[in-house]
Structure formats: structure tokens, C-alpha cells
């Protein structure tokens, strides 16, 4: 049997950041109620646009597992926040890191992306439909942020992370997975202004996220734990065997809630979302960059993945690691350089909103 391995990772996060304090002085809030109800301390905020950090990310990627974008057979991005609506986000990626004609697939399953995508690549390569396939999780959400609404402003960050996957003949990459949705639910999390309706019936360019943060808390904690000990027993593992969950990075207390739903001790739990808020469908492969980065997978690893996003939808994976966690390579892929701070650049963009949807 064939597997589809993760040979390379990546991750790419934009230098301006945007603190807590400086929401301060933005709106209504505290540091205090941010930390207390998020762990969210600072997040990055993107002067480039979703498909420059996918490609530095993906560029870094491909260093680290020793291969050039010549050999990308396919490129599949998740994201919510593509650059347009056509063409789509990856299409701009493969031109940016230069894979050849490799065929180039966005996927918008919100926060839930990044597995939906890594499910997507597995089969490929499983089924001998694609040799090396690019795995990216990309998002811009700063410029969904509107400044007039403390309640979500605070939560979302920029930022893009990687994977490469490959034939492997030893068990590794995805073991087991599971894709859900719940469609009923879509007007508990969504951004209606860029879509067919919002000409119809709306307001276009009005992609303000709207959320009813209690119910998307609740129901975030059960799916993604009940999820998450699904694809356990699917892939004839228990707790004791899980070396590390890696949750979508939304809020500390959802990952928490979720880790003691499933009886994991946070020295088996990733979370960096003190540094970067939540990143949507980017979270979990910049979470499982910095945690072979810091150590903490190791080869033969046994890693749980766990997202929950608008739609809604949700997905979990029991991720193998191979046999390498030190990089072949590495790349000087930059961002276009920029010199503006967080606070200018999401005070630019607000007064570019407000021209725009309530003019
Ligand atoms: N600063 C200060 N006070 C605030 C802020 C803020 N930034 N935001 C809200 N408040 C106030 C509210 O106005 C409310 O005040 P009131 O009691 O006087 O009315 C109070 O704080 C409590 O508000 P709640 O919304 O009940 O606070 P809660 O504890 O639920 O925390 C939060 C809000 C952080 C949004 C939480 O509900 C949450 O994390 N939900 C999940 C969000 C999420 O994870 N989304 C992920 C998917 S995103 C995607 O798919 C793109």
C-alpha cells in the first residue's frame, strides 16, 4: 500500500504586529478581557496579499523536503481570503514559486481548510494521481477585521503555512480522517459582501465577518473534540498513543476545552495563538511547522489535527509523521518588503472600508 508522506513544512508570517495594547487605543477593549477570553496577546498583519506569504511559505516548504517547484505536480490552497475570486489563489502561487505548469486548486472550507486540503492531497498521491503535491494554508483575514466590532476584531491574523506531500511506502502522512458540515448553520460565522447574493440582496464589498461567538464556542468544543476521538479509533489508536494534538489555533479556551474533552494534559498539546491569533485555514500547518521547529514531533509520531470553521464545517485527521524532522534545505524566499507598521496598515485598510461600504 501506498502513503502520502509529509517530506516538507513551511510557514510564513508577516512582521508588522498588531498588540493587544494597541487594540487599546482602537476601540472599547483591554488587554485583560483579550488574554482572559482568547490567549491572544499580539497577531501579524499582512502588507502583501494571501498568495505572497502561500508561495514564501510554499517556497520553504519544498526547501525542506529537498525538492524544486519544477516537481510540484499539484498545488491546492486553502484559504478563505484568496486574493480575488478569479482565478483562484493557487493559480497566482504556481506562477509566484514557479511549479512549472503543476495544476492549481483553491479550497474554502474556513478554518476547517487546511485538512480538507491535506485529505484531498493524501488521496491524490495514495491513488497515484499525483506524485508531489503542495499542501498550503494561507489567509489575510486582517481585511475582514472591521475596527467598529470589538467582538471579532481582537480574534484574526495573517499569516500562511505548508506541507509537501509524497509516495512513501512506510506508513505515514494520513492514517485516518474525517470531513464534516453543517449547512444549516452557515449565519452563525459567515462574510456575506463578496458572494452572488450580496448584488442580489446585500451589500457588495460589505466582507465584514459576522459571528455569534457563544454558539460557535459551544459547538466548536464538541465537534472538534467528538472528531478528534473519531478518527482515533479509525485509525486503532487510543489516547495514550497521541504524541501531540495539533487544534485549529482559534481561541485558548476552545483548545483547552477540547483538550480535556479528550483527556490530553497540555504538555501533549500545541498552541500558539498567544503570537497569532487565529489564522483560519493557516493555524494548523504554522502550528505543525513551529512544532517540529521546537522539537516537539518527533520521527514516527503520532499527531491528532482538529479544526472547526464557518460553513460550518469541521475535520480531523491522525496525522504519522516520517521519518525526518530536520530540514534538507532551506529558502531565502522573502516577502515584498514593506515598511508600515500593524496599527498603519489596519487603520489603512479600515478607512478604505468605510469609504467603500458605507459611502
Ligand atoms: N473587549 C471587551 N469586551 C468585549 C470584547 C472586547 N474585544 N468583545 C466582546 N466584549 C464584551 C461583550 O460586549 C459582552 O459584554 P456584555 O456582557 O456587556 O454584553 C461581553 O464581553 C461578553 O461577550 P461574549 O460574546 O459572551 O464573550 P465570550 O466569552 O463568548 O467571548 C469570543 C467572545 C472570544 C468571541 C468567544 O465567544 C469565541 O471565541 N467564540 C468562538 C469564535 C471562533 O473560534 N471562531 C472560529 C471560527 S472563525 C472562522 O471560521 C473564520
Not at 205 to 234: C, N, S
Amino acid at each position: 500500500m501506498s502513503y502520502a508522506a509529509i517530506t516538507g513544512w513551511g510557514k510564513c508570517l508577516p512582521p508588522a504586529v498588531l498588540a493587544n495594547s494597541d487594540f487599546e487605543t482602537l476601540m472599547d477593549t483591554t488587554d485583560e478581557w483579550i488574554t482572559g477570553r482568547t490567549g491572544i496577546k499580539e497577531r501579524r498583519i499582512a502588507a502583501a496579499e494571501t498568495s505572497d506569504m502561500a508561495a514564501v511559505a510554499g517556497r520553504r516548504a519544498l526547501a525542506a523536503a529537498g525538492i524544486t517547484p519544477d516537481d510540484v505536480d499539484l498545488v491546492i490552497l486553502a484559504t478563505c481570503t484568496p486574493d480575488r475570486l478569479v482565478p483562484g489563489a493557487a493559480a497566482m502561487v504556481q506562477e509566484k514559486i514557479g511549479a512549472g505548469s503543476a495544476g492549481a486548486v483553491d479550497v474554502n472550507a474556513a478554518c476547517s481548510g487546511f485538512i480538507y486540503a491535506l485529505v484531498m492531497g493524501t488521496a491524490l498521491v495514495r491513488a497515484g494521481s499525483a506524485d508531489r503535491v503542495l499542501v498550503i494554508g494561507a489567509e489575510k483575514l486582517s481585511t475582514w477585521i472591521d475596527l467598529r466590532d470589538r467582538s471579532t476584531a481582537v480574534l484574526f491574523g495573517d499569516g500562511a503555512g505548508a506541507v509537501v506531500l509524497e509516495p512513501s511506502d512506510v506508513p505515514a502522512g494520513l492514517m485516518a480522517s474525517e470531513l464534516g458540515s453543517d449547512g444549516a448553520l452557515a449565519d452563525i460565522l459567515t462574510v456575506k459582501g463578496s458572494g452572488t447574493e450580496a448584488l442580489v440582496d446585500g451589500t457588495p464589498g460589505d466582507t465584514r465577518i459576522e459571528m455569534e461567538g457563544r454558539e460557535v464556542f459551544k459547538r466548536a468544543v464538541t465537534t472538534m473534540g467528538d472528531a478528534a476521538a473519531r478518527v482515533l479509533a479509525a485509525a486503532g489508536l487510543d489516547l495514550a498513543d497521541v504524541d501531540l494534538l495539533v487544534p485549529h489555533q482559534a481561541n485558548a479556551r476552545i483548545i483547552d476545552a477540547t483538550a480535556r474533552r479528550l483527556g490530553l494534559g497540555e504538555e501533549r498539546v500545541f498552541t500558539n495563538i498567544g503570537s497569532y491569533g487565529n489564522t483560519s485555514a493557516a493555524s494548523i500547518p504554522i502550528a505543525l511547522t513551529e512544532a517540529v521547529e521546537q522539537g516537539r514531533i518527533a520521527p514516527g509520531s503520532d499527531i491528532v489535527l482538529v479544526a472547526f470553521g464557518g460553513g460550518l464545517t469541521w475535520a480531523a485527521g491522525l496525522l504519522r509523521w516520517g521519518e525526518r524532522i530536520e530540514p534538507v534545505g532551506e529558502s531565502s524566499a522573502m516577502l515584498p518588503s514593506s515598511t508600515e507598521s500593524g496599527m498603519e496598515l489596519i487603520r489603512r485598510r479600515q478607512r478604505a472600508r468605510e469609504a467603500s461600504w458605507d459611502g
